[in-house]
């Protein structure tokens, strides 16, 4: 893999003349690129090529060759001595001693036995024994053990060598890179209604036919890679290259990943390379009895708030540790790219931690960006793109640093979307501050279109942040209580549940539609999930009563869930036959603060937003790009998404050469009774009017236009 690029961004200069108030960073592009230039050019000189040295997972670690023969490898520069012990040795630490080699590596090989058999047996345990410099004996889990257990009466996992005579073998391709990504997020341990541990078996049968039936073609996949700590959503790694264990093995993620695919769904892995748990016996921590050892070292290689170990991203083998990684979850299991979580914390050596970020673009360049994590990065990216460019890399990063989503050539970070953070947090301020009636139809828009031009962003009203503990859903924030009284359709449709239904709907189309190039959903937030996520924990007695998705709720229909969940699914329905996801961003037109009324057009289609809590319009003009006739394909107020039924859907909308709201054309239903009036300012010459009862969203196609 040879390197091919300048020691400059050769596109720098289109970067700068897209957003010419980065300018003055000019030489900060130039010295992080030269970073990543100079750090790839090494690569290529010392270790025979990126593509040889992100392949390490194939001789690091315990690994077995045809002939059965065993090759172990192990990074441990501040060992005295290294052994291997296990079942295969009867735990004699001392009997099979690791060779020293350069640059703090040991290797050791041992031969097949008389027998053929490899000495070391498929779902025997093992352990690295690490001499400290100290002459303590340490039992360690190499970094690169694929497979981990915990037995009920332990506290730590167990390292259990991997090699079935039979991997799982893939069946179906990965499925074309999408242009509009619905993104499922999820979590295979809480993915069912029981109150337990669900498996990777559970969800490749039961979860992805339903994820398939509501629309998405995206399921991101939280707390796979291996974590001593349930509770800690995933996001305390203890081993990184192990799928998680307790949800069954390897070979039963790589069916569900195999499954998943044939139904043309993409899987994307929630890759944690931002902190690793702080636990030494099962986890990286003190691996070769140093603090040293992939971490920094001292205050600076701790987390303050996350209580966790950083990375130190300008060590050789940390680079060669965390690229091989992302390798193998491609190529072992068949992951389809990437949510890289806690980027932010990367980013700046003040990880985020008392910081706020205004948008001043001194904030993101300076002393306090760690330009090595930032290198990492870039590196891991070009490495997806150029070996797999089919795989899809994602940002969650909070602060909004540029270029982040750009290509690498214009010294961009180079991932291919960032999530759009700032929406979930302008929903919640909204719905816990404001009257109805006080809600801000202008910075409604202003949160959902406020995105670094030609980045893509991924829309999202919430994620598993406003699912835990401590926070709350937008259906718990909008019904609260009610919902454990009153979302029976055999009880009266009281006025708190009315209005979140309703607004529950209202919020998740306007952010799909008009927030980003991508969608995100969590796990039953789509129809309203009642109740918190909670995981088993002390403080509330190692319970699993809220450690699970109740999607039984949906198939009740004396439950009213069923109706979020509907219109959930017509809605992602209705994305992937127009692919508003993948058009160029929404032409709003109106953003009415006393009417209470969004309008915009996207991909052909008229989306308009009526937020009003009582008030309905009759002949609402609404201005409009294209002329012609009109008709609804998506309701909110429909009876089967728990409408009020207030909309003739047969009823036609044409067109007047009238100009409204900068659009050259504007609607009017076919049986309504017009008025004109003047209108001061320039405006387009067409519109509709169309009748938008309260608290409802309608989406409109033009019927002139050829499919």
């Known amino acids: 893999m040879a390197v091919a690029i300048s020691t400059q961004p050769p596109k720098l200069p289109q970067l700068l003349e897209r957003d010419p108030y980065l300018a003055p960073f000019k030489t900060d592009f130039e010295r992080r690129y030269s970073l990543f230039y100079n750090r790839l050019k090494n690569i290529e000189e010392n270790e025979g090529g990126l593509d040889k040295f992100?392949?390490?997972?194939?001789?690091?670690?315990?690994n077995q060759f045809v002939d059965g023969g065993i090759y172990c490898k192990e990074w441990a520069p501040g060992a005295e001595a290294v052994f291997l012990a296990g079942d295969f040795n009867g735990w004699n630490p001392f009997s099979h001693p690791y060779k020293k080699m350069e640059y703090g590596k040991w290797e050791l090989f041992i031969p097949p036995g008389q027998d053929g058999y490899p000495s070391v047996p498929h779902g025997s345990?093992?352990?690295?024994?690490?001499?400290?410099?100290?002459?303590e004996l340490l039992y360690r889990i190499s970094p690169w053990a694929r497979y981990v257990v915990r037995d009920e009466d332990k506290v730590n996992y167990d390292w259990v060598h991997w090699n079935p005579p039979q991997s799982?073998?893939?069946?179906?391709?990965?499925?074309?890179?999408?242009?509009?990504?619905?993104?499922?997020?999820?979590?295979?341990?809480?993915?069912?209604?029981?109150?337990?541990?669900?498996?990777?078996k559970n969800f490749t049968y039961n979860v992805l036919p339903r994820i398939k039936d509501l629309g998405y073609n995206c399921v991101q996949l939280m707390a796979i890679m291996e974590h001593a700590y349930y509770a800690s959503f995933g996001y305390q790694v203890t081993s990184f290259f192990a799928a998680s264990s307790r949800y069954g093995t390897p070979d039963d993620l790589k069916e569900m990943i195999d499954v998943a695919h044939s139904m043309g769904i993409t899987v994307l892995l929630d890759v944690v390379h931002s902190h690793a748990s702080k636990n030494s016996e099962d986890g990286l921590n003190k691996f070769d009895g140093t603090d040293s050892c992939f971490f920094h070292s001292g205050p600076k290689g701790t987390h303050q708030l996350w209580d966790s170990r950083l990375f130190d991203y300008a060590n050789w083998e940390v680079l060669r540790f965390l690229l091989s990684n992302l390798r193998m979850w491609i190529e072992d299991y068949r992951f389809d790219g990437f949510r890289f979580?806690?980027?932010?914390?990367?980013?700046?050596?003040?990880?985020?931690?008392?910081?706020?970020?205004?948008?001043?673009?001194?904030?993101?360049?300076?002393?306090?960006?760690?330009?090595?994590?930032?290198?990492?990065?870039?590196?891991?990216?070009?490495?997806?793109?150029?070996?797999?460019?089919?795989?899809?890399?994602?940002?969650?990063?909070?602060?909004?640093?540029?270029?982040?989503c750009r290509p690498i050539a214009e010294g961009g970070g180079g991932f291919d979307y960032r999530l759009a953070m700032a929406i979930p947090d302008k929903w919640i301020q909204i719905i816990k501050e404001l009257k109805d009636e006080d809600w801000n139809m202008g910075n409604i828009v202003y949160t959902l279109t406020n995105?670094?031009?030609?980045?893509?962003?991924?829309?999202?009203?919430?994620?598993?942040?406003?699912?835990?503990?401590?926070?709350?859903?937008?259906?718990?924030?909008?019904?609260?209580?009610?919902?454990?009284?009153?979302?029976?359709?055999?009880?009266?449709?009281?006025?708190?549940?009315?209005?979140?239904?309703?607004?529950?709907?209202?919020?998740?189309?306007?952010?799909?539609?008009?927030?980003?190039?991508?969608?995100?959903?969590?796990?039953?937030?789509e129809f309203g999930h009642p109740e918190w996520l909670d995981f088993p924990r002390r403080g509330n007695n190692e319970s699993y009563h809220y450690a699970r998705r109740q999607f039984n709720l949906t198939e009740d229909h004396l439950l009213r869930y069923r109706f979020l969940n509907t219109?959930?699914?017509?809605?992602?329905?209705?994305?992937?036959?127009?692919?508003?996801?993948?058009?160029?961003?929404?032409?709003?037109?109106?953003?009415?603060?006393?009417?209470?009324?969004?309008?915009?057009?996207?991909?052909?289609?008229?989306?308009?937003?009526?937020f009003h809590p009582h008030q309905s319009y009759v002949d609402y003009r609404v201005g409009i790009e294209t002329p012609g006739k009109y008709k609804i394909l998506l309701d909110s107020d429909a009876a089967e998404y728990g409408g009020h039924q207030r909309l003739d859907h047969s009823a036609e909308y044409f067109s007047?050469?009238?100009?409204?709201?900068?659009?050259?054309?504007?609607?009017?239903?076919?049986?309504?009774?017009?008025?004109?009036?003047?209108?001061?300012?320039?405006?387009?010459?067409?519109?509709?009017?169309?009748?938008i009862p309260s608290r409802v969203a309608i989406v409109l196609q033009n019927m002139d236009i050829s499919k």
């Open 168 to 200: 799982y073998i893939h069946k179906h391709p990965s499925p074309k890179r999408l242009k509009s990504l619905r993104i499922y997020e999820s979590h295979v341990g809480i993915a069912s209604p029981e109150g337990k541990v669900a498996s990777y």
């Open 451 to 525: 995105r670094r031009y030609e980045e893509k962003y991924i829309a999202y009203a919430e994620s598993h942040d406003q699912a835990l503990v401590g926070d709350k859903t937008l259906a718990f924030r909008l019904m609260d209580a009610e919902m454990y009284t009153n979302m029976s359709v055999l009880s009266p449709l009281t006025p708190v549940i009315d209005r979140g239904i309703q607004l529950h709907k209202m919020i998740r189309l306007i952010t799909h539609a008009l927030g980003g190039e991508s969608y995100l959903n969590f796990m039953g937030n």
């Open 567 to 610: 219109f959930d699914r017509d809605m992602n329905k209705l994305e992937e036959r127009f692919g508003w996801l993948a058009s160029p961003p929404a032409f709003v037109s109106e953003k009415h603060e006393s009417n209470k009324i969004i309008a915009f057009e996207r991909a052909g289609l008229i989306f308009i937003f009526n």
């Open 54 to 62: 992100s392949k390490c997972y194939k001789t690091f670690g315990v």
């Open 341 to 404: 979580d806690g980027i932010t914390s990367m980013l700046y050596h003040h990880h985020g931690i008392g910081t706020g970020f205004s948008g001043d673009y001194n904030e993101y360049f300076g002393l306090h960006v760690d330009e090595d994590a930032l290198c990492y990065l870039m590196l891991a990216n070009y490495m997806i793109n150029f070996l797999h460019p089919e795989c899809i890399t994602i940002a969650e990063d909070v602060s909004g640093m540029p270029a982040l």
């Open 125 to 135: 345990k093992l352990k690295v024994v690490i001499r400290a410099q100290n002459g």
């Open 656 to 691: 007047e050469e009238y100009p409204h709201n900068d659009r050259p054309n504007s609607l009017m239903q076919s049986n309504s009774q017009t008025t004109f009036s003047q209108h001061p300012r320039r405006c387009h010459r067409h519109h509709i009017e169309v009748y």
